[in-house]
């Protein structure tokens, strides 16, 4: 690019900041890092889940003047010209610019750009201080740790958690409500764990406009993250398999079945093409794998999306809030546990297990199934498995239920208590 181009570029970024307006999320990032370390602050996540607003968020903690801004996004069509060199010149025009101004460098969608990472570790060679985000977070995070080793503090930013989605619906959180206010606060509950966090999402009211906009997120998220991204050639095959995850949801997957299923319809395809597969709809940030506490690496996994809405793709029955429910419990968990299990056995399940505490969800609990939510818990904290275990439900109930002593807990009063 020429040198004229790169300085526009540089004052319509500039020109952009101030005007934008954003609502606060809750990622904290450690800009001492970038100070001191000399290193990258890169933020990854999945399409659509907020990351360039947060950029804007990143600019004013840090209270930058526009001056000392290059504010990139290489998302927009007339970049996509912009070239691994290109850096150099981006900083040669900056410091022709702005000659008395230390820069600082906000890449947003970084990954557009072919080979992106040499021009990251010029820059890194002359300690500017450079934030940069990127979608299909592991593959992005791969990508840069092989290219920067160790340049780089990484962090994920994912569709909104639920004190988010209030603070976007502009509702105020506090210890007690009024018995509105309570009624206000469930029915938002139930509006996010229906349709998720993408922010894009919430903002609307309307089912079908909402249903849309998801759609739409998966028809970019299939072709960008997945099919351009790793090459794929049987993109029918990559759609089946989407909409087979899909009717998964929070259910054990066997790839030995799928195996059957595809050849019974004239597929042809193996089990490693199907593992294959899998691991890009992982590595892309669509669904999250886990593994039974007791079983082996080759045993059967549940299935998790990284948001409620996506479930909605394939609902025509109306919500599901036991599964929904279970969906966002993970989501919350796997934000500080990403390790995280479930545990199965031939005579009770437990939905999730961390380190030290278990977690069983159910929609809501009553005599007739508290005896089976239990008995797993029980079990992990007798043979010491686990310190504590809990059960989550939808909402608090006026329901007494005696003789329990395993905490139940609605989600309301679980979500603040995590880390």
């Excluded at 939905?351 to 159910?362: E, L």
């Excluded at 005599?367 to 275990?389: C, P, S, Y």
Aim: one cysteine or more; proline letters at 3%; hydrophobic letters at 40%.
């Amino acid at each position: 690019m020429d040198k004229e181009r790169l300085r526009r570029i540089i004052l319509d970024g500039q020109e952009k900041i101030g005007k934008i307006d954003y609502i606060r999320r809750d990622l904290q990032v450690d800009f001492s890092a970038l100070r001191t370390l000399n290193k990258i602050i890169a933020i990854n996540g999945p399409r659509r889940a907020g990351k360039t607003f947060y950029i804007f968020q990143l600019i004013d903690d840090l209270g930058l003047k526009p001056e000392q801004v290059v504010l990139v996004d290489f998302s927009e069509i007339v970049l996509a010209d912009f070239r691994a060199e290109d850096f150099v010149g981006l900083y040669s025009a900056y410091a022709e610019l702005f000659p008395e101004e230390e820069p600082w460098f906000f890449f947003d969608e970084v990954q557009e750009v072919p080979s992106y990472e040499s021009g990251l570790v010029y820059l890194l060679n002359r300690n500017c201080h450079t934030i940069i985000t990127g979608s299909t977070a592991k593959v992005f995070s791969e990508e840069l740790s092989s290219a920067l080793r160790g340049k780089t503090l990484n962090y994920t930013i994912f569709p909104l958690s639920f004190a988010e989605f209030l603070r976007f619906k502009g509702f105020e959180q506090k210890e007690t409500y009024s018995t509105r206010l309570q009624a206000e606060l469930n029915s938002l509950l139930k509006e996010y764990i229906t349709w998720g966090g993408f922010p894009e999402v919430v903002k609307v009211d309307n089912v079908e406009t909402k249903k849309n906009i998801i759609s739409t997120y998966i028809d970019v998220m299939l072709f960008r993250d997945i099919i351009e991204r790793f090459n794929v050639k049987n993109i029918h095959l990559v759609e089946l398999l989407f909409y087979k995850l899909l009717k998964s949801f929070t259910k054990e997957i066997s790839v030995h079945k799928w195996y059957n299923d595809l050849k019974s319809m004239g597929i042809k395809v193996s089990k490693d093409s199907i593992y294959q597969y899998l691991s890009y709809f992982e590595r892309s940030m669509f669904a999250v794998y886990i593994l039974n506490y007791y079983g082996g690496p080759t045993s059967l996994r549940k299935v998790y999306f990284i948001d409620n809405g996506l479930y909605n793709l394939i609902n025509i029955g109306g919500a599901d809030y036991g599964k929904l429910l279970e969906n966002q419990v993970f989501r919350d968990l796997f934000n500080i546990a990403p390790s995280l299990r479930f545990v199965k056995t031939r005579k009770w399940e437990v939905d999730f297990i961390t380190n030290s505490s278990a977690y069983q969800v159910c929609f809501m609990i009553s005599k007739e199934n508290i005896k089976r939510e239990t008995a797993g818990l029980k079990e992990l904290i007798d043979k010491k498995v686990i310190k504590e275990g809990s059960i989550i439900v939808l909402e608090d109930s006026e329901d007494i239920l005696e003789h329990v002593d395993i905490p139940i807990i609605s989600y309301q009063k679980f979500y603040p208590a995590l880390p």
